[in-house]
């Protein structure tokens, strides 16, 4: 005899009843170890030494281009004071258009 | 010592095999309850054996949890691998605040609900390039999922109910999934989620609902097709 609709409702409802639980596959765990050794590098380890140098050599290329870079401000801020007084001195002389006239 | 010998004493009283499931279980906990915080320590440490100790605890309960979830071995697999290299990655920020058990199965379902939503749209997305008379074909759908611990006489069944929890509202398949193939209770199952035992109550409640209105749907319809596939060959002949 064919089961009725809430039969089998029933019947499906109960069928995770005694039901085990799942085992992973026994290579996971390499998979699983495999994936992280390949995502995480080597760490990799300075001493202090080596740190300290680095550090001073940081400083030293830093210091040199902050002297590089104000040495260069103060030269072009003489420069355009000398452009100005030049064009200063320009403009007394000649303060007419007509060159004639002096 | 004496711990021992009282087991011993219990093996003799009582019935053996039972008793030694017993005292399996009890060790069992009473290591993970003491051993926890070490554990942690060793693998945050970069041990390799507390990390294989860790999975040899919760691998199958991880990867059981997935399989009810995404209802495919691959997929399933591919999450607990993603799970424990999130655990590996993470487990120094873990502050304790909830058991280990409960922490690995948040990020378990996290990592679940992340794949199912990759899937939906990828889904849609073959759908727009279907509509636009792109090559590829709309991706066929899913196969009825059989789960291998589901007992013999009821695997048939157990592929419709399969159907049936992958159609339900995330909440509710993850709810009915911790509940009825992890066996967690409500508490713990309240504590996965992040709310209260009530909310998960009624969470069930809810998705025992729609599972009987879908199953009815399906058994409705199936008998519907082979009724009139009967008639049409009656016609036929």
């Known amino acids: 005899m064919k089961p009725t609709l809430q039969e089998q409702i029933e019947q499906s409802m109960k069928s995770l009843n005694g039901m085990t639980r799942a085992e992973a596959s026994p290579f996971l765990f390499g998979k699983i170890m495999h994936k992280l050794s390949r995502q995480l590098p080597e760490p990799v380890y300075y001493s202090n030494k080596m740190l300290l140098r680095l550090a001073a050599m940081i400083l030293f290329v830093l210091s040199l281009n902050i002297i590089t870079v104000t040495r260069y401000k103060r030269n072009t801020t003489k420069k355009v004071n000398e452009d100005t007084q030049i064009l200063v001195v320009t403009q007394e002389y000649f303060e007419t258009d007509n060159l004639y006239i002096y | ?237």
């Open chain 2, 1 to 237: 010592m004496t711990c021992l010998r009282t087991e011993i004493c219990l093996l003799n009283k009582y019935s053996a095999a039972a008793n030694i499931a017993f005292i399996e279980s009890k060790y069992h906990i009473a290591f993970n309850i003491m051993n926890e915080k070490e554990l942690i320590a060793k693998i945050i440490s970069g041990e390799e054996q507390a990390f294989r100790e860790l999975y040899r605890v919760y691998g199958n309960k991880i990867y059981n949890t997935c399989l009810g979830m995404l209802q495919q071995t691959e997929e399933a697999e591919d999450a607990t691998q993603e799970v424990f290299i999130e655990v590996f990655r993470s487990i120094a920020a873990f502050k304790g605040q909830s058991s280990l058990q409960t922490w690995l199965y948040r990020i378990a379902i996290s990592k679940c609900l992340d794949v199912q939503k990759k899937k939906k749209a990828a889904k849609r997305f073959a759908f727009v390039k279907s509509l636009w008379g792109a090559e590829n074909e709309l991706e066929a759908d899913k196969a009825h999922f059989d789960h291998p611990g589901v007992l013999l006489e009821n695997k048939e069944h157990a592929r419709v109910l399969f159907l049936a929890i992958s159609q339900l509202p995330k909440k509710q398949q993850t709810a009915f999934t911790l509940n009825k193939m992890e066996g967690l209770t409500y508490a713990e199952i309240a504590e996965v989620m992040q709310t209260t035992t009530s909310a998960v109550e009624s969470l069930l409640f809810r998705a025992n609902e729609n599972l009987r209105h879908s199953l009815s749907d399906y058994y409705k319809n199936n008998i519907q097709g082979g009724a009139s596939y009967l008639l049409s060959l009656l016609l036929i002949f």
